[in-house]
């Protein structure tokens, strides 16, 4: 499994509408954030688990982006962040540190 780059509004809306049927989850990196790199690395020496789709958003290089979920899930907008979205709602986020793969997992099969 590897990272879906997420870049536009539009697949921000099609990543919605697939919740309905598996959980997505949103990384947003800073690419000039080093805290930020050691989370994605250590997701990804874990293994990006295929029960989810794991989506990438550079929230450098598409801010704006990164400003309409956080909008329209209504959460905090921090760096790193995961947002865990099921069903069309955000069931779960987190940031920095707090970012664990067991806890991720968990929460995409409750």
């Avoid at 598409?62 to 979920?69: C, D, E, F, V, Y």
């Avoid at 779960?92 to 806890?103: R, V």
Wanted: contains cysteine.
């Amino acid at each position: 499994m590897s990272w879906i780059p997420l870049q536009s509004a539009d697949q921000l809306t099609q990543l919605i509408a697939q919740s309905a049927s598996k959980p997505q989850l949103i990384f947003k990196h800073s690419t000039r954030c080093s805290i930020s790199s050691m989370v994605l690395h250590r997701l990804e020496r874990a293994g990006l688990n295929d029960q989810l789709d794991w989506h990438l958003l550079d929230l450098i290089a598409h801010r704006q982006l990164s400003n309409q979920i956080a909008d329209h899930f209504d959460v905090w907008h921090e760096s790193p962040q995961v947002l865990l979205i099921k069903q069309g709602e955000c069931i779960f986020d987190e940031s920095h540190m707090g970012i664990q793969m067991a806890e991720i997992v968990e929460q995409a099969g409750s």
